[in-house]
């Protein structure tokens, strides 16, 4: 099974905090199609859709939710800062 990289979990966190792969880019410093390519490839090893597209805003699935938020919490909880949870994500699988 493949996991997801540092890339692929900023990724995760700028799509929920601005809802659309444009704003996300814009804040990444990359174009959107780049990003969309990275989307793609999270799902590709993931094995199936990350988001939920409702028009351009785009929603974690509810699995991806849950995993997403677990792993938000315990690095709150730990004082890990944030773009560290990708390896957080790797104990908790």
């Known amino acids: 099974m493949m996991r997801l990289d540092m890339r692929h979990w900023e990724m995760l966190h700028q799509v929920c905090q601005c809802g659309t792969l444009r704003q996300a880019a814009q804040v990444m410093g990359i174009s959107q199609s780049a990003l969309s ?12 859709a990350v988001f939920e597209r409702q028009g351009r805003v785009l929603k974690l699935t509810p699995p991806v939710r849950c995993w997403y938020n677990r792993c938000s919490r315990f690095c709150r909880c730990c004082n890990v800062p944030s773009r560290t949870s990708y390896s957080v994500s790797r104990m908790m699988v």
């Open 37 to 48: 390519h990275r989307l793609a490839e999270a799902e590709r090893r993931l094995g199936g």
